[in-house]
């Protein structure tokens, strides 16, 4: 029997065991397909980058849009401040009254409710110390009745008197706690009117300044405005400055600068694709419990990179267009490639396009190949599958 119970017990750690086993090869199964997801993800991600552009802006809208409403400092209403904030406490002090509304019982004791008072009700408040009081008092107006004379009156009207002045003690210990606790919250909120108004006054102060963090912007934003309706170059300059819509292409490690000119804008858009196009690719085995990762072909590399470079170009000329009124753009897109004559890597220009407003509105982003969208605009690209890029002659050179 013994033996049996030790075979059951076996039985259970094994099937605890397995059961474990099977939970973290789950787990394990979970994150490699996670992995995988991830990284299959961000390949997709970086050819249609031209996908993520802003929204149309509206320059007249913004023209048209009132300017923050004026705040005023604590100075211009302190006693707006003051009055409000102390009616604030008063109203505070009246709900912890009426939350604190004691019983008619201790109507006889409210003068002892003070707190150097409080080792008595607290004494008188213990079952079995009031119930010790209250019997020695019984047992002394008994002793009493056994005695003559005054002193024998004298002691029962004096237990008597000891008897009820303790029972009320008893009855009136919890009124008497909460008599104090009252009479605490209330000297508390007495105590905090000078910081409350400091607080409202400084908050006050805060809003105010935010206000005019907001004017100022407003400000900034509508001289924008007004200078890129008159197309002014500068402005344009400051638009771009000041919303950023290129901002979020850092994450993949390409830099960007601007030259404008009358009626169109050369950009020059420098990619960095080592750390930016994965040179590896990963896959699920053996049912998800192993991640295989291989070296990605060239070709593979190329072609993503290709996609990555004329995306990355339509997305710029897009947002471009979105925010300024501009019909043109040229694109002048710059790859680091190897001199083989020196042995070094150098900025060399691999795509130079010039967009037009009119021609990419008829593309429809979401299904277009971003390198065969190129056929759409005239390009200058020497790229092969095999090689990938190869330096080429700008269109328009900002230089």
Not at 232 to 239: E, G, K, L, T
Not at 374 to 381: G, I, P, S, T, V
Request: hydrophobic content about 40%; proline content about 2%.
């Amino acid at each position: 029997l013994n033996q049996r119970k030790h075979n059951n017990s076996n039985e259970e750690v094994c099937v605890e065991n397995n059961d474990s086993k099977v939970i973290d090869k789950e787990q394990i199964v979970i994150s490699n397909k996670l992995e995988v997801n991830k990284h299959n993800n961000y390949i997709a991600v970086i050819q249609s980058v031209h996908k993520d552009h802003i929204e149309q802006m509206n320059w007249d809208e913004l023209l048209n849009s009132n300017e923050p409403e004026y705040i005023s400092t604590s100075d211009e209403i302190k006693t707006y401040i003051i009055n409000k904030t102390n009616e604030s406490v008063d109203k505070e002090i009246e709900i912890a009254k009426q939350n604190s509304t004691l019983s008619l019982k201790s109507i006889f004791m409210r003068k002892f409710f003070v707190r150097k008072y409080s080792w008595l009700f607290k004494f008188m408040s213990n079952d079995t110390y009031s119930s010790i009081i209250l019997l020695g008092f019984i047992i002394c107006l008994l002793y009493s009745l056994s005695l003559d004379g005054n002193l024998k009156y004298l002691i029962i009207i004096f237990s008597v008197f000891l008897c009820v002045f303790s029972f009320l003690l008893k009855i009136s210990a919890e009124d008497f706690h909460n008599a104090i606790n009252l009479k605490e919250a209330i000297k508390k909120l007495e105590l905090s009117r000078e910081s409350k108004i400091k607080e409202n006054l400084d908050e006050q102060d805060k809003l105010h300044n935010s206000y005019l963090l907001q004017k100022e912007e407003f400000t900034k934003v509508i001289e924008i405005a007004k200078g890129v309706k008159d197309k002014n170059v500068n402005s344009f300059r400051y638009a771009l400055n000041y919303f950023k819509p290129f901002e979020d292409l850092n994450e993949y490690g390409s830099d960007i600068s601007f030259n404008f000119f009358k009626g169109f804008i050369i950009v020059d858009f420098f990619v960095h694709n080592q750390g930016v196009i994965p040179n590896t690719i990963k896959k699920t085995q053996r049912n998800g419990s192993v991640i295989k990762e291989e070296k990605i072909a060239v070709s593979r590399f190329n072609e993503i990179y290709q996609d990555y470079v004329c995306s990355c170009a339509l997305r710029i000329a897009k947002d471009i267009f979105q925010l300024l009124p501009l019909n043109i753009v040229y694109i002048n897109s710059k790859g680091s490639l190897l001199n083989k004559m020196n042995g070094n890597f150098e900025d060399k220009t691999i795509l130079s396009v010039k967009i037009n407003r009119q021609k990419l509105d008829e593309l429809n982003f979401d299904l277009l190949d971003p390198s065969d969208s190129m056929l759409n605009f005239e390009f200058n690209m020497n790229f092969t599958k095999s090689q990938g890029f190869f330096p080429i002659k700008e269109l328009y050179s900002s230089d």
